[in-house]
């Protein structure tokens, strides 16, 4: 290719290229179209051009003859190339997606993207782009399981009431425990983070025993009180009903959600309760303990301290569980529960309106 034009523009057309080349805020290729058609009428020689322009000399030459055709209208436009290949057909397309969602042949148990590409005769890359034009993910499960509690309904009622509209003058405690919590000690220090790689640690440990937290949510305004224990016993949870009754305030009725674990309904737990009739317990149905609100406190504890943690002994891991929190306690956010009862039931029940 080579110079097949001569650039002459006109007055409005130099003070609006002016215009482009000083404009900030245009694309750079905007610029550069610009100072090659300015540079060009100044009579310059194509290498002068393509020098101050940063750009080749076929460049400059094609800029010459696109401003030349269309204007300056045509700098600001590029031309549409149609693609490298046609897109697949609408029934290869529905042929992707109902393989993926059959059952696959032979002993496996889900599609993979090479073998949906060697079945319809089509790239891999291409089987990925619908996959993920329709959001299938054939390589992920999801697990769950359906509560078989005869008074699920009436529990799920109970326990959302409480988070939606607690009553007046009450605590409402979310309580568990998170027991067999371990003191791993790595056998070598950990490598912190650097750019381009992620932080790395030993894959051998050493085991110094394990912790089992108690700890109760307050709802309302998202402290959190906690104790560490040896053992995971009712004798433990009582003393922990104990520590809990010392810190609420004297006259307040106390309302403590919590899951159906034996030691909850231990008979000298019974017997506790009888003596202090201002708490009452409230089981979550079975196989519901999402409802627990302390259960994400301590899927935040065990990924943000825990998982990747190092610890001495178990003295060391129960004073690095108590710091987690005192820090939470420093900054607590109330709990704020979202969905209605309802609409947990009609989910439960299939009857929920599609996602979109």
């Known amino acids: 290719m080579a110079q097949t034009v001569c650039v002459i523009p006109s007055a409005t057309d130099l003070t609006r290229l002016s215009a482009i080349v000083t404009d900030r805020a245009r694309p750079l290729k905007h610029i550069q179209r610009a100072r090659i058609v300015l540079l060009s009428a100044e009579r310059l020689p194509v290498l002068d051009v393509a020098r101050q322009a940063g750009v080749g000399r076929p460049a400059v030459w094609r800029w010459q003859q696109r401003y030349a055709e269309e204007g300056v209208e045509g700098l600001l436009r590029d031309k549409t190339r149609p693609p490298g290949k046609p897109p697949h057909s609408a029934d290869t397309v529905a042929g992707v997606l109902a393989l993926t969602c059959s059952e696959p042949p032979g002993e496996v148990t889900h599609w993979t993207g090479r073998a949906v590409a060697d079945a319809v005769g089509i790239s891999l890359r291409s089987v990925q782009r619908i996959w993920d034009a329709h959001r299938l993910q054939p390589h992920r499960v999801r697990s769950f399981k359906r509560s078989n509690d005869p008074a699920f309904a009436a529990k799920v009622e109970d326990i959302v009431g409480l988070y939606m509209d607690p009553p ?7 309580l568990d425990e998170k027991s067999q919590i371990q003191a791993l000690e790595r056998t070598r220090p950990s490598r912190g983070v650097r750019p381009g790689r992620p932080e790395t640690q030993t894959h051998d440990y050493v085991r110094h025993g394990t912790t089992a937290l108690f700890a109760a949510l307050n709802v309302l305004d998202g402290t959190v009180i906690g104790r560490c224990m040896q053992r995971h016993r ?27 674990y034996a030691t909850h309904k231990h008979p000298k737990v019974r017997a506790w309760l009888a003596r ?4 009452t317990f409230h089981f979550t149905p079975t196989s519901a303990s999402w409802m627990n609100a302390v259960e994400g406190f301590f899927s935040a504890l065990t990924r943000r301290r825990l998982k990747r943690g190092s610890f001495s002994g178990i003295v ?16 607590p956010k109330p709990f ?21």
């Not at 007046?168 to 979310?174: D, E, F, I, K, Q």
């Not at 202090?276 to 708490?279: D, G, L």
């Open 168 to 174: 007046r003058h009450a605590v409402v405690l979310s």
């Open 336 to 356: 704020v529960w979202t969905k209605p009862a309802a609409a947990i039931l009609d989910a439960v029940n299939g009857t929920a309106a599609p996602s979109e």
């Open 276 to 279: 202090h009739p201002r708490w």
């Open 316 to 331: 060391d891991l129960q004073a690095a569980i108590n710091r987690s929190i005192a820090e939470h306690n420093h900054r």
């Open 234 to 260: 009712h004798d433990e949870f009582l003393r922990f009903l104990n520590t809990i009754e010392a810190e609420v305030p004297a006259g307040k009725v106390t309302h403590v959600i919590l899951d159906n």
